[in-house]
Nanobody, 128 residues
Framework: QVQLVESGGGLVQAGGSLRLSCAASGRTFASYVMGWFRQAPGKEREFVATISRRGGSTFYADSVKGRFTISRDNAKNTVYLQMGSLKPEDTAAYYC?????????????????????WGQGTQVTVSS
């Protein structure tokens, strides 16, 4: 069992930056592929980014590529999402997720059903 707690959300102006954190419980954090998803009101939850167990591989949605960076610190049981050049369309609740599946490809982990555990989310609002 893994519990995930996101933090770092808030209100930011367009063009600004935020860093989200997701702290995981348990001693097996390094055995999970981690991902970030987001959900805007009235929309489906969509993939943002994923990172392999040791952090050597990452994959991004086209909408955030070049603006967002996913990273992890296995010693701290934490995964991060550094967001830059934020746009109003980035406004959403952001969720981190953990998957016990072995790394296959970024496309594989872009699907919600690959993940076993989810956090409660943190709200990001980007004003124009």
């Amino acid at each position: 069992q893994v519990q995930l707690v996101e933090s770092g959300g808030g209100l930011v102006q367009a063009g600004g930056s935020l860093r989200l954190s997701c702290a995981a419980s348990g001693r097996t954090f390094a055995s999970y592929v981690m991902g970030w998803f987001r959900q805007a009101p009235g929309k489906e939850r969509e993939f943002v980014a994923t990172i392999s167990r040791r952090g050597g591989s990452t994959f991004y949605a086209d909408s955030v590529k070049g603006r967002f960076t996913i990273s992890r610190d296995n010693a701290k049981n934490t995964v991060y999402l550094q967001m830059g050049s934020l746009k109003p369309e980035d406004t959403a609740a952001y969720y981190c997720a953990a998957s016990s599946n072995p790394w296959d490809s970024g496309f594989y982990f872009a699907r919600k059903n690959r993940y076993d555990y989810w956090g409660q989310g943190t709200q990001v609002t980007v004003s124009s």
